[in-house]
């Protein structure tokens, strides 16, 4: 079992910057891919920002150039830094963990709102 603890959401208005953090229960090393999600109302979920055990990321056309995913193997955590935020952006932003095992786990969302 694997617990995921996002934090670091809240409401910004548009332009301004936010920094997601998502701790996760056990090393890094044991995870394949590591993953940021979101959801808006009315809309399906989305991948916003993904990172393997390699160091390779990729991201949605729409938050390229804007966000940014990383990871701290030391502090079992992953970040997401979101800059130039856009009313569009406004989610609950959900971390995903991909284990070697193909094993699927999420974390609990945490809102994410841009005021224009």
């Known amino acids: 079992q694997v617990q995921l603890v996002e934090s670091g959401g809240g409401l910004v208005q548009a332009g301004g910057s936010l920094r997601l953090s998502c701790v996760v229960s056990r090393t890094l090393f044991s995870i394949n891919t590591m993953g940021w999600y979101r959801q808006a109302p009315g809309k399906q979920r989305e991948l916003v920002a993904g990172?393997?055990?390699?160091?390779?990321?990729n991201y949605a056309d729409s938050v390229k150039g804007r966000f940014t995913i990383s990871r701290d193997n030391a502090k079992n955590t992953v970040y997401l830094q979101m800059n130039s935020l856009k009313p569009e952006d406004t989610a609950v932003y959900y971390c995903n963990a991909i284990l070697v095992s193909f094993s699927n786990y999420w974390g609990q969302g945490i809102q994410v709102t841009v005021s224009s």
């Open positions: 990172i393997t055990s390699g160091g390779s990321t």
